[in-house]
């Protein structure tokens, strides 16, 4: 008798809460970090006042994009259990009419009328509410709503992606930080998006040039203010 041997599926939409939150964490501290040191040190400026509003900027950016992440996740975490009471409430009271509407469900898919029926009916005896909840509310283990798990993330991505332009202010000299920041920080959203677009099954190029092309153009940006500052003052 052959056997037949089932590998389980990797699906790449399992990485997409994490992912999300990682990249758009991470780019944001890139990007804004860099332009305010490159608005500032366009200023002209001095060294320790840059590192100063590198630093701040890091702390309030991480906060921020924490407590920022925090309350939008919860947000569709509240629909989603109000959507979950509201459909509990149902299925307390009219199971059938339950079992018709997930199986028209099934059947707007292609299934048959007689094998929906057949499909609602088992999948409702072993877990009702999870049945509807996949597949009439969309809310799933891989998609559910995380707000602390997004929040550190977020959070600690945006903290690591900032520290990297602050490290150029260290190591640059002051005459030529605003454009080593601006080429290293380039740099560092392309590979950025680059790693992001692999782990996320992306095209890898698309994903580089568009991150790369709003980096310049917010540093471009910030640099035109910090010199229009720095001369008016």
Do not use: C
Request: aromatic share 4%.
């Amino acid at each position: 008798m052959t056997r037949l041997h089932l590998n389980p599926e990797r699906h790449l939409v399992s990485r997409i809460g994490w992912l999300r939150a990682a990249v758009l964490g991470a780019n944001d501290g890139i990007v804004s970090t860099a332009s305010l040191i490159i608005g500032v040190a366009a200023a002209a400026a001095k060294p320790a006042d840059i590192l100063v509003a590198g630093v701040a900027g890091l702390v309030a950016g991480a906060m921020s994009m924490a407590a920022g992440e925090y309350v939008s996740v919860s947000s569709q975490s509240d629909t989603e259990r109000a959507d979950l009471a509201r459909e509990r409430g149902e299925l307390a009271d009219n199971v059938e009419a339950e079992v018709h509407e997930l199986a028209g469900i099934y059947v707007k898919r292609g299934v048959d009328p007689a094998t929906a029926d057949t499909v609602a009916r088992q999948l409702m005896a072993k877990d009702a509410l999870a049945a509807h909840a996949h597949d009439e509310l969309g809310i799933s283990e891989m998609t559910t709503a995380r707000p602390i798990q997004a929040a550190l993330t977020s959070a600690a991505t945006f903290t690591a992606g900032a520290a990297l332009p602050l490290a150029i202010v260290i190591i640059a000299p002051g005459g030529w930080l605003v454009v080593i920041e601006a080429i290293a920080s380039l740099l560092f959203l392309a590979l950025l998006g680059g790693v992001g677009a692999r782990a996320g099954g992306a095209p890898v190029w698309t994903a580089t040039l568009r991150v790369t092309f709003w980096g310049a153009l917010a540093m471009a940006a910030t640099a035109g203010i910090g010199l229009m500052v720095g001369t008016a003052v």
